[in-house]
């Protein structure tokens, strides 16, 4: 059997786990432990709190550093609402493409990589291939956030990171970071006739909009020099504003949902230090002068590092020349790619499918695609043996 094939053969099995976030992945992992368990790899899962969700992390070759990591995320986004003509979570294979949830997003790729595990077997004689299949990237990269201080913690550790998200095969060395917040108001509720009897939670959510505002135009100042990033400031969005019951009702309770995609960390640090002071020295006060426990809580969604281009970058060259490419670009979504920077590894963003098709009914990856994975793949073989 080829490669492709058997590729493909591993994906439809992996495409049957309906590994939607909000459900668990342990079912995938084990199969994919297995696999790689039968090639060699020496494996290691780790449970979450929860013991439903876990991540895998799996070696083959050498213990030693500067090992090369291949990264995927289990998770795929539901399919509830969605328009499907095929079965989302039983692959289907018409004119040259893979239909099914996760296809290319990115079962796709992890399939590639964990198929080509007896080909590193032979290969991985000096240098170490590795491999980290994460729960809950689509929700904030929760799995892979738990697993970057197990491996900072380690005396080995990869030296080079490729993450491989949809892109086409284009080579990718940057994204911008993706932080976001639920904004939780908590007022007095009354007669919508005596106003100043109540605190209106959504007027103080107004409140605390139009400060986000203000703080955005404040972004578009520190746009760093050179930016290659569209816009090339961080940008700030109000997802939503809920809150109030009827027209006559004084609101007591509001929500905002909103984010901010920071081009540099010190920008994040700054507009959230920024609301911090404006809640507690003046909105807060204001409220609790009508009613001692209103209050502003602040629940962080998820803060995911962005992937920063860097002059030096080791993953961006092995992939360029593993593809062909001449030169790297940018991409607007976020990926796992800047967890894996910040412990100090090289990191790029290389795999097959389009963004275009992730998330959406009929989701599918070519066959074209996954050819090209496999040919990069099989090339990367070569590395570890120098």
């Not at 689509?138 to 892109?167: M, Y």
């Not at 593993?322 to 607007?332: C, D, E, I, R, S």
Request: glycine letters at 10%; hydrophobic letters at 40%.
């Amino acid at each position: 059997m080829d490669t492709l094939t058997r590729t493909r053969d591993l994906l439809a099995e992996m495409i049957a786990f309906p590994t939607v976030s909000s459900e668990s992945n342990l079912a995938l992992i084990d199969f994919l432990a297995d696999r790689l368990s039968d090639a060699g790899a020496r494996v290691e899962v780790f449970k979450d709190a929860t013991g439903t969700k876990a991540n895998l992390f799996a070696t083959i070759g050498p213990e030693v550093g500067g090992g090369i990591l291949l990264s995927g995320h289990s998770d795929v986004v539901p399919v509830a609402d969605q328009n499907w003509t095929t079965d989302p979570f039983a692959m289907t294979e018409r004119d040259g493409r893979l239909y099914g949830r996760g296809t290319c997003d990115m079962k796709g790729f992890i399939a590639a990589a964990v198929a080509m595990a007896p080909h590193y077997a032979k290969m991985a004689r000096k240098r170490p291939i590795h491999f980290a299949f994460t729960h809950d990237e689509e929700i904030g990269c929760l799995g892979a956030q738990a697993l970057a201080p197990l491996l900072r913690d380690r005396e080995v550790r990869p030296g080079v990171a490729i993450i491989g998200e949809p892109t086409m095969m284009r080579v990718i060395e940057g994204h911008k970071g993706c932080y976001e917040y639920s904004v939780h108001f908590t007022g007095l509720e009354g007669h919508g006739s005596a106003p100043d009897r109540g605190v209106n939670a959504v007027e103080y959510a107004v409140r605390y909009v139009a400060r986000l505002l203000e703080m955005a135009e404040v972004l578009k100042t520190r746009a760093p020099a050179g930016s290659r990033f569209e816009p090339p400031w961080t940008t700030i969005n109000t997802g939503a504003l809920v809150g109030g019951v009827a027209h006559n009702v004084i609101a007591g309770k509001a929500r905002i949902d909103w984010e901010m995609r920071p081009v540099q960390p010190g920008d994040a640090d700054l507009v959230k230090q920024d609301l911090h002071h404006y809640c507690q020295h003046h909105l807060i006060p204001a409220m609790r002068s009508v009613h001692p426990a209103a209050d502003i809580v602040t629940e962080v969604i998820g803060e995911v590092d962005g992937l920063v281009p860097a002059e030096i970058n080791e993953a961006r060259d092995i992939v360029m020349e593993l593809t062909g490419v001449n030169g790297a670009g940018l991409v607007p979504f976020g990926t796992e790619a800047g967890i894996f920077q910040a412990l100090g590894m090289s990191a790029v963003i290389c795999g097959p499918g389009s963004i275009e098709q992730a998330h959406k009914p009929d989701e599918y990856l070519s066959l074209d695609q996954l050819s090209q994975c496999l040919t990069m793949l099989n090339r990367l073989g070569t590395r570890l043996t120098e």
